[in-house]
């Protein structure tokens, strides 16, 4: 066990409790504090939280393994998509958050209600968030139990790691909310941009310097230097495809959408936005290149196994002290994916489930805010046991349920926000016809050699679009003064 290493992780750990705390003391009280911030979140607390809610296991474990795989092709990929998935956060995010203004909005299914008045679409739309946001929160105790065996050297075992971190996450969430939620992700973004950057530097310095350390890789593995790149994978469709995909899902993530109602302003949603490709397109190379590197020194793994290279390439070649922040910050781009996606489906449970059986009594803010905390700490307990019991790679986990079923619900959103024309039952019926075909994709009852090659998500947005179109335009449209009175205010 490397003691320095494990020290520097008992001290992450108490910092984000202590400013889970903070966060708890600056808390007003109010189920609108707890769950949105009193939407006060300026530009660069919305920056980072925005970053680092985004970056999550995927981003040091998940990114290093699929480079690892695949090649430098990744990074094209995760550079361009993220770039261009600004541009659909800014567009969508203004909106989002005019309506959460005007109509004082929590949680993303809330849009919905209050744009079409259809309490089925609105229901819809909870599902789908719910189902596939709870595998992508499970991804981060898959994270955090590698992380937490391979700083101890298999002393503490992947399971009770993946507990330790759950249970972490769920105390100072549930202690201040958004609050604490966004005072953590400042804290958990700036180590991961610092140390990400870091690591490079010294595992290069392990392999004899960043040239000897490509040669050697080069040498390895030539086919990760040039497209289509290790086994044959970046094909011009899948290029496309994972472009695409991120514009489509991203802004989809509930815990993204939902931090659109937290800013203070349109102002910090724009300056976060025209930060964020900028800082991408600098960090993402980080876990590439170590991704890259480790067919060096650790050859031919496979499967789950290779989420694994970055953290044995950092017990490789980092000191104590370097692998200890390395795998802190690895801890952090995990922890402050799962806080806020914790978060938001609390919200959703308590005010657009539990809601609904309340009301024949009082609803009080401290009400709603007690049953959020119950919430989360199931939740936890749920995402926990899924982590628990499949454990497959974290790239090729999101890629087949959350990526491509959040991608679904881009057409109705965007007819939300832009179309006056679109309809409740058009909106629900992209969304139950897209996710229905992905569910035959998925259990392979459909063939996917229709697809020519793209991945699934492009063709089923662009089917989705189209019955969005069609049954828009045969059912008949909410009232016009409803349209134009949300309209006025996203406009």
Known sequence: MNPVALLIFVAYVAAVLIVGYIGLKRSRGSSEDFFVAGRSVGPLILFFSLAATNFSAFFFFGFAGAAYKFGFGYYGIMAIGTSLMAVTFYYLGRRIWRAGKKYSLITPPELYGVRYGSEPLRLVVLGAFVLFTLPYIATQAIGGGIALTTLTDGEISFEIGAVIVTAVIAVYLMLGGMRSDVLTDLLQGVMMVVVALAAVGFVSYGLGGFGAANEAAFESVPALFSLPGGAGFFTIQIWISYILLWSFCDPLFPQLFQRFYAARNEGAIRK????????????????????????????????????????????????????????????????????????????????????????????????????????????????????????????????????????????????????????????????????????????EIIPDGWMMGFLPAIPLVLIASAVLLLVSMMTSKPKPERVEEFFDSVE
């Open 272 to 443: 976060s936005m025209m930060a964020y490709p900028l800082i991408t397109a600098a960090l993402f190379i980080a876990p590439v290149l170590i991704g890259i590197w480790g067919n060096i020194d650790f050859p031919g793994l496979t499967g789950g196994e290779v989420d694994n290279i970055l953290p044995m390439m950092l017990s490789e070649h980092a000191p104590a002290w370097a692998f200890g922040l390395a795998m802190a910050a690895g801890f952090a781009a995990l922890m402050s994916t799962a806080d806020s996606q914790l978060l938001v489906l609390s919200s959703m449970f308590t005010r657009d489930v539990c809601r609904r059986f309340w009301r024949r009594r009082e609803i009080t803010s401290a009400l709603e805010i007690r049953t959020g905390r119950v919430i989360i700490l199931l939740l936890s307990l749920v995402s926990l046991a899924i982590a628990l019991s499949s454990f497959e790679s974290i790239f090729s986990m999101l890629t087949k349920t959350t990526f491509t079923g959040l991608a679904m619900l881009f057409p109705a959103t965007v007819a939300a926000l832009y179309w006056r024309g679109s309809t409740a039952a058009g909106c629900m019926a992209s969304i139950l016809v897209g996710e229905g075909l992905y569910a035959l994709i998925y259990f």
